[in-house]
């Protein structure tokens, strides 16, 4: 859609609730066209494109930044997809970057080929985590469409502290007495759900074209099993994915 979208005082958006979520079979998608986030007002007074607000007694409703606006009490937005027995698991061997397989902890019941995932950051580097779309499922293994780009790790250590040293091991079972478990694998995430809030405009590697959501001054919001894709634009206060 073009524009933002408003849930004011008193209004109601609903996008399944939690006693009647969007069935798995349907997909309800709301998505906002922005053609650059760059202008967005945002709520910093020194901010070059900073505007003061169409309503004097709610200063920091800004609908011309484009996005999903619940504003003032009584107003409420709910957002619940099908529910997903499994959202989140950790890998349970090293995945290397080059390669094109995971191997998870746990069998990823519910997922299912097309889906994206995120995979966590275990190096030194934040930015290391990585998006990918699932291509294959065989037990606990997931392949994925495209290569890693970086090294993850999916190693659990016994740490001795009187000794200061630490060992491999391949699941907590195995600790010695006086041992600490030192987990460090990745994290994996499910990304997709069939209720969805997204800005249309956006590209791979683009930081811009980025709409929001904002709950301010009393809304309520509730959600569950919803996915929030490429929200929130840069440096701007108060414009966030969620």
Do not use: C
């Not at 609908?63 to 529910?83: I, R, T, Y």
């Not at 950790?90 to 995120?118: E, F, H, Y």
């Amino acid at each position: 859609m073009d524009g933002s979208l408003s849930v004011l005082a008193g209004g109601v958006l609903d996008i399944g609730t939690a006693a009647s979520p969007i069935p798995a079979n349907l997909t309800a998608h709301l998505g906002f066209n922005v053609s650059s986030d760059r202008f967005f007002s945002s709520n910093d007074p020194n901010d070059p494109f900073f505007q003061a607000g169409p309503n004097p007694q709610m200063p920091d409703y800004h609908p011309e930044d484009v996005g999903l606006w619940a504003m003032g009490a009584g107003s409420s937005v709910s957002l619940h997809g099908a529910s997903k027995p499994f959202i989140w698991t950790r890998l349970g061997a090293k995945a290397l970057a080059g390669s094109n397989q995971i191997d998870l902890t746990d069998a990823p019941i519910g997922w299912r080929v097309g889906d994206s995932i995120l995979i966590s950051p275990t190096g030194l580097e934040h930015d290391e985590g990585e998006v990918h779309r699932i291509v294959g499922i065989a037990g606990k293994r997931i392949t994925l469409q495209d290569p890693l780009q970086f090294n993850h790790d999916g190693r659990l250590f016994g740490y001795d502290p009187v000794t200061d040293t630490r060992r491999a091991i391949s699941d907590e079972s195995q600790l010695a007495g006086g041992e600490v478990l030192l987990r460090l694998q990745a994290e994996v995430a499910l990304l997709s759900h069939n209720v969805i809030v997204a800005s249309n405009k956006v590209q791979p590697g683009d930081s811009n074209r980025r709409a929001h959501t904002a709950a301010m001054m009393g809304a309520g919001v509730s959600m569950a099993y919803a996915e929030f894709r490429d929200l929130g634009p840069r440096g701007k206060l108060g414009r966030y994915p969620i």
